[in-house]
């Protein structure tokens, strides 16, 4: 990878006003060079210059005085380490003609350049130590964001907001791991340097470092993938009609008979920069239809997984219905630590907009009257998911933290079971080895090329 020069287009596919091509590595210069006027030096063009100019095809015989010209394009010029990859980086900034895109990528490619594999000017990056492995990960995060709360999140790591706290922690290890180790150094003499209560210590507040970073991880997938909110209650309440009331368009199919709906439908919907994955549940009654049964074990489902569930009853139902209702549907469930907003819906057919039932919404999701009140409360339920820089929201971070987890546990249970210093100290590297996993201080070629290869092409 440190000696050859690849390339990429680095815009998306498909025709548009303009595109991009990004060539990196030591011979990223001369490579371009080749196809620009002869008369024109960008060697030695200054760093962090644009230039407009022409790219030739100099692959065969000129036509007359001439080489046939592709497309007069910006050329950006970023010098080795001062770019995105560390190394010698030029961006072609060409009209967005699929053919002009695919040819200069072509004639790169003759006159020696490599065709980038998935992610790998963002692995480059990582290698030329431009990022750690935390930032990295961040960029595709970045890319396939689709709310603000998901890009604020992809830009604080971007920034390094879980890198600082990683670091903080390894401070912390390798203290440990200095106490143990000068223990072992002098094992003939017999002599004890880690005091064994002060080693408890350091154990106990990295303990509650890496559980904070663990909890936080269901707060960083909800982030990226969407808060699942359920609609659930008896048929006919209105749950399908509020769907499509929340969405502002016919999502989900509304009817009179009950049973209409027998599958989960789901749709997202962004609030106040936060997406959420809205889901419209079939009835729930008991049913001898095989296909609405299965249609109901689905709705439990959705239950228990929901962060948000919206229960929704008709106006003029007793309280006490409501509760039990409630009470039935969380044993058969078994939900737990989900916010639960009561929705009392066809008020406007009960007249009035209130009812007796604790602080439901009352709201007409036919006519979308009060619709934006329960949509400020499903906000307000998830309000501040996004506070925290350092949230975990990357499965190849989360397993790393509980196997460092665990060998801390096996370290805390070894001092209180008086074992000696040799086997404290392989907790401690086991720890650490993790630790490095996860910032890439300690990485395999295996493990990049699964990082990166999940990349797009040309990042």
């Given at each position: 990878m440190a000696n050859d020069t690849v390339c990429a287009i680095a815009t998306p596919p498909g025709t548009g006003?303009?595109?991009?091509?990004?060539?990196?590595?030591?011979?990223?210069?001369?490579?371009?060079?080749?196809?620009?006027?002869?008369?024109?030096?960008?060697?030695?063009?200054?760093?962090?210059?644009?230039?407009?100019?022409?790219?030739?095809?100099?692959?065969?015989?000129?036509?007359?005085s001439s080489y046939t010209i592709i497309d007069r394009v910006i050329l950006t010029k970023f010098v080795s380490p001062h770019s995105f990859t560390g190394e010698d980086v030029v961006e072609i900034s060409c009209h967005g003609s699929v053919f002009i895109q695919r040819k200069i990528v072509g004639l790169l490619i003759q006159c020696g350049c490599r065709m980038a594999l998935p992610g790998e000017f963002t692995q480059r990056a990582f290698m030329s130590g431009k990022l750690d492995l935390p930032q990295a990960e961040a960029v595709a995060d970045l890319i396939n964001a689709q709310s603000e709360s998901a890009h604020a999140l992809a830009m604080r790591q971007l920034q390094g907001g879980l890198s600082s706290r990683l670091a903080l922690l390894r401070d912390e290890l390798l203290e440990l791991a200095s106490l143990v180790e000068l223990e072992l150094d002098f094992s003939e003499e017999d002599v004890e340097f880690a005091d064994r209560e002060r080693l408890s210590l350091l154990l106990d507040n990295i303990e509650d470092e890496v559980e904070t970073l663990l909890k936080s991880v269901r707060s960083g997938n909800l982030i990226k993938r969407g808060v699942p909110v359920a609609i659930v209650g008896s048929?006919?309440?209105?749950?399908?009609?509020?769907?499509?009331?929340?969405?502002?368009?016919?999502?989900?199919?509304?009817?009179?008979?009950?049973?209409?709906?027998?599958?989960?439908?789901?749709?997202?919907?962004?609030?106040?920069?936060?997406?959420?994955?809205?889901?419209?549940?079939?009835?729930?009654?008991?049913?001898?239809?095989?296909?609405?049964?299965?249609?109901?074990?689905?709705?439990?489902?959705?239950?228990?997984?929901?962060?948000?569930?919206?229960?929704?009853?008709?106006?003029?139902?007793?309280?006490?219905?409501?509760?039990?209702?409630?009470?039935?549907?969380?044993?058969?469930?078994?939900?737990?630590?989900?916010?639960?907003?009561?929705?009392?819906?066809?008020?406007?057919?009960?007249?009035?907009?209130?009812?007796?039932?604790?602080?439901?919404?009352?709201?007409?999701?036919?006519?979308?009257?009060?619709?934006?009140?329960?949509?400020?409360?499903?906000?307000?339920?998830?309000?501040?998911?996004?506070?925290?820089?350092?949230?975990?929201?990357?499965?190849?971070?989360?397993?790393?933290?509980?196997?460092?987890?665990?060998?801390?546990?096996?370290?805390?249970?070894g001092i209180a079971d008086g074992k000696t210093a040799d086997i404290l100290a392989e907790d401690i590297r086991s720890m650490l080895d993790d630790l490095g996993m996860i910032t890439g201080a300690v990485s395999s070629e295996d493990i990049l090329e699964n990082i990166f290869g999940k990349f797009c092409i040309g990042k």
């Open positions: 006003a303009t595109a991009m091509i990004r060539v990196s590595g030591p011979g990223a210069f001369n490579l371009v060079a080749r196809l620009l006027p002869d008369d024109f030096d960008f060697i030695g063009l200054p760093a962090n210059t644009a230039k407009y100019t022409t790219v030739y095809d100099k692959s065969c015989e000129p036509s007359g048929p006919n309440v209105g749950k399908s009609t509020l769907m499509n009331a929340i969405l502002q368009k016919e999502r989900a199919i509304v009817s009179d008979l009950p049973g209409t709906t027998r599958d989960t439908v789901e749709d997202f919907f962004t609030i106040n920069g936060v997406l959420f994955r809205f889901i419209d549940t079939a009835g729930i009654r008991v049913s001898d239809d095989v296909v609405e049964t299965i249609g109901i074990e689905r709705t439990m489902k959705a239950v228990s997984e929901a962060r948000v569930l919206i229960y929704v009853f008709e106006a003029g139902t007793p309280a006490k219905e409501v509760s039990e209702q409630l009470s039935e549907l969380k044993s058969r469930s078994g939900f737990e630590d989900t916010s639960i907003i009561l929705v009392a819906n066809k008020c406007d057919k009960a007249g009035v907009f209130n009812c007796e039932v604790g602080d439901a919404v009352c709201l007409s999701a036919k006519s979308g009257k009060n619709v934006d009140i329960l949509l400020r409360r499903v906000y307000a339920a998830v309000d501040g998911l996004a506070a925290d820089v350092s949230t975990v929201a990357n499965e190849r971070h989360y397993s790393h933290l509980c196997r460092m987890l665990e060998a801390l546990r096996e370290a805390k249970a």
